[in-house]
């Protein structure tokens, strides 16, 4: 998406460790209106999906996917991050590793917001190696939902994560998706789509 493409140009800042800044626009202070154009993007990609509810994990998702939940008039639902999770029976939970942080986290989702009856559009900030969304993944196939798809803003192409959904057969869009990086140099390479 050339929209984002342009952003990331513009204001992106490449950190130490492989990570790309983006947080004048995307995950600390919000462009909403940008937002809502991903959104729109995101329902055009996945117009024949049946999807009833956006699936995305805290902190950082939970901003564009109340943008693209409202595009597809469907609830949002974020995994919650938890020290220790309760065992009563009543949360779905997976583990996941931080990319960022470098830590593993508990995450859970109530057993009362998710169920068969769902076809879920996970949806993320950004996919590195893949951890988040495998344990997404994990907490809608443990809730008997289906997973119809994914829609990440930012994809770094050069990590193994992309790959790893594709390989399960999941249809996976990026509406940017960033092949080489040099912090350095500054520069910033992307994918043709
Ligand atoms: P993964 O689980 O795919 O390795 O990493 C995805 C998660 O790590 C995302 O939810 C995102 O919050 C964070 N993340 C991974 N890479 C970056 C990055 O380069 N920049 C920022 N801002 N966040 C990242």
């Known amino acids: ?26 995950n600390h202070l919000m462009d909403v209106k940008l937002f809502h154009e991903m959104g729109m993007e995101f329902k055009r990609l996945f117009a024949d999906k049946p999807i009833n509810k956006i699936l995305t994990i805290e902190a950082s ?3 564009i996917a109340c943008v693209v939940a409202e595009c ?22 997976t583990k996941v590793e931080s990319f960022t942080h470098k830590r593993t986290y508990d995450v859970m989702v109530s057993k009362k917001f998710i169920g068969p009856q769902d076809h879920v559009l996970i949806v ?21 939902a289906t997973v119809e798809g994914i829609g990440i803003c930012i994809e770094k192409g050069f990590q193994q994560g992309g790959k ?26 992307f994918r043709e789509q």
């Open 124 to 144: 993320d900030d950004f996919l590195a190696n893949g951890c988040a969304l495998q344990g997404l993944i994990e907490l809608v196939e443990a809730a008997g």
């Open 61 to 63: 998702g939970i901003g």
């Open 1 to 26: 998406m050339k929209l984002l493409e342009e952003r990331i140009l513009k204001d992106g800042i490449l950190a130490e460790g492989d990570v790309l800044k983006v947080d004048c626009f995307l």
């Open 164 to 189: 790893k959904i594709r390989d399960m057969g999941i249809q996976l869009e990026s509406l940017a998706i960033v092949d080489a990086m040099n912090p350095e140099t500054g520069e910033i390479r």
């Open 72 to 93: 597809f008039d469907v609830p949002v639902l974020f995994a919650k991050k938890a020290q220790s999770v309760n065992l009563s029976g009543e949360v779905y939970t």
